[in-house]
């Protein structure tokens, strides 16, 4: 049997150790980056994520039964039940301090939320800073409690799932809208909810004002009904993987995959690769239609001769007003009772058409033009009249020339069908 020397214990923990210590110095370092260093704050971000992920798989590898080399479940296990006591000992140990004052709201894994009712600014970070170090020393080494931000105003939904504006330091000046689990950063819904939701919040936290919440939202919702809005703020796109769903049945698969399915019945090389995001949009349909008859690719909403409109109701009912009820209904909001009560503005005739013989020149390029030229003499004219003044007043000459342009037309297209059947 191997028995590992003194000098080789306890590397595992010195690398976790230097893993963790550099995550430090690369989320440190983003702060430093400019606000134009966009690329830049990118790559600092991947490579922080980077190390979080082989710190976790390092501990995961440890209770990986099947795939595992070397599995050991009770190292796993006394991991979990390590953190979870360090945990349950610093959320007493605030609670139970009476100087603060202070009351631990929510604790999950390695962090707590800890609310300060009535303190200012400068007294959280005071109390923080105290929270901090006391807990850090309690604990022995390298277990430390480090003291992140004070939000000032700041929703709590649920586990992992939070918004406020945050302040890192007393000599910070302007907030930093910090949000994680919501909407806003989430990539399952479509741009209008995110960014709805993001200026309502930013417009309660300054204002603290929900009358000013409604009157916004109010609008914006009037403007979607009016469809005065950009289509790409209302074009979901998610993950298809086809060959994964348990069955064919086209009312089975997710709307994505739907609108891949029939780009590809029209063109077999238009199937997605696996795991990529295909765009759609929800259009009217039929009373009583199901999400998955309303959906098609953003593509066919914007053609010419499409005769399909977005389906305002169904984003502002199922998607606009569960996101912001979930948040703005901890503070008594209730939005569907403000989307009821509003006015319903006056949509304007729908400008989308079959094509038809009244419809027909929509498809050429010179019905968008103001003017055009006059058919016999080639003089510019509006664009509601085919020829010029002079012309339509000469009408037996004008009647002439266009019955014969009639007579050649069909005989050159009489000459193009035999010449296609001959051949």
């Known amino acids: ?61 440890t209770a990986a039964g099947f795939s595992g080399r070397m599995p050991c479940a009770e190292l796993a296990d006394s991991i979990v039940q390590c953190g979870r006591r360090t945990l349950e000992h610093a959320i007493s140990f605030v609670s139970t301090h009476d100087p603060w004052n202070a009351r631990v709201i929510y604790g999950d894994t390695d962090s707590m939320f800890v609310l300060l009712k009535g303190r200012t600014m400068k007294e959280a970070f005071q109390i923080g800073n105290e929270i901090a170090s006391m807990i850090t020393a309690m604990n022995p080494n390298p277990v430390k409690l480090k003291m992140e931000k004070v939000y000032q105003s700041c929703f709590l939904l649920t586990k992992k799932r939070y918004v406020g504006y945050s302040y890192e330091s007393l000599n910070q000046l302007e907030p930093i809208f910090d949000a994680k689990g919501i909407e806003t950063v989430r990539r399952d819904t479509c741009p209008a909810v995110a960014k709805i939701l993001e200026k309502s919040l930013k417009m309660f936290f300054e204002h603290q004002e929900i009358s000013k919440v409604k009157a916004y939202l109010q609008r914006q919702w009037s403007r979607i009904l ?30 994505a995959a739907i609108v891949a399915s029939k780009a590809m019945r029209v063109d077999p090389r238009a199937e997605p690769r696996y795991a990529e995001r295909v765009p759609y949009v929800v259009v009217h349909g039929e009373p009583g239609a199901r999400l ?11 053609s010419i001769d499409s005769p399909y409109r977005l389906n305002d109701l169904y984003y502002i009912t199922k998607q606009i ?55 016999l003499c080639g003089g510019l004219v509006q664009a509601a009249n085919y020829f010029c003044d002079k012309c339509s007043k000469n009408s037996p000459v004008t009647a002439a020339v266009m019955t014969g342009r009639t007579s050649k037309l069909e005989r050159e297209i009489q000459h193009l069908v035999a010449g296609q059947f001959h051949t």
């Open 292 to 302: 998955v008859d309303m959906v098609v690719d953003p593509q066919e909403l914007l």
């Open 321 to 375: 007003i569960p996101a912001l009820q979930r948040v703005f209904g901890l503070v008594g909001a209730d939005l569907r009772k403000w989307f009821q009560e509003m006015p319903r503005p006056v949509r304007d005739a729908p400008t989308k058409q079959h094509l038809s013989a009244a419809n027909s020149l929509r498809a050429r390029i010179d019905h968008y033009y103001s003017s055009k030229h006059c058919v």
């Open 1 to 61: 049997m191997y028995v590992p020397s003194k000098a080789c214990r306890g590397v595992l923990p010195r690398l976790l150790e230097e893993i963790l210590s550099t995550r430090v110095m690369v989320k440190q370092a983003m702060k430093t980056l400019e606000p134009a260093q966009q690329i830049l704050q990118r790559i600092f971000n991947a490579r922080q994520l980077a190390l979080k992920l082989i710190a976790n798989v390092t501990y995961g590898y």
């Open 226 to 255: 009016s469809g005065r809005v950009s289509l790409q703020d209302f074009v979901f796109a998610k993950e298809v993987r086809l060959g994964t769903y348990s069955t064919r049945t086209t009312s089975s698969l997710p709307p």
